[in-house]
């Protein structure tokens, strides 16, 4: 099991990061191994987590904690994939934003491919991806 932490900032104010990351149907253009999102009800989905070669579906609950201006998602069942998306205010157009994440690969060959990663993290990828996501136009609805 691997638990990483890493921390950005970026230039938007909170109120618009906290925004765009409440679309959970959007992260896989930012988080690392997380293919498709479905929304199953309120609140709850299924991932659609890449492990190494093979593809697993997960039943995760995600919720935004707007007083704590954190947005948090929990594996229902099987092997951990959770985290948590943690906004504060630099200033009134900057957010600093720290990502935490604790992933169990299932299987053997993906945790064998889980001793040889590179030194950069996935926590710091899923922040710089997640900045580009950020500053890219929103996609009109």
């Known amino acids: ?3 990483q932490e890493a921390t950005a900032v970026v230039n938007l104010p909170v109120a618009d990061v906290e925004t765009r990351l409440r679309d959970v149907g959007s992260w896989p253009r930012f988080v690392v191994g997380l293919e498709d999102v479905v929304k199953t009800a309120h609140e709850r989905y299924t991932f659609s987590v890449r492990d190494g070669h ?5 039943p995760v609950c995600a919720i935004p904690h707007p007083r704590e201006h954190r947005v948090s998602w929990k594996a229902l069942s099987g092997p951990a994939f959770d985290g948590e998306f943690r906004l504060h205010p630099e200033n009134d157009r900057q957010t600093r934003v720290t990502v935490s994440m604790v992933a169990e690969p299932a299987g053997f060959l993906a945790n064998l491919s ?3 990663r590179s030194s950069t ?3 710091e990828i899923v922040l710089q991806r997640l900045d580009a996501f950020l500053v890219a136009p929103v996609e009109a609805g």
Request: glycine share 0%; hydrophobic share 35%; charged share 20%.
């Open 1 to 3: 099991m691997t638990h």
């Open 54 to 58: 093979s593809t697993r579906e997960v």
């Open 121 to 123: 993290t996935t926590a």
């Open 114 to 116: 889980e001793l040889f």
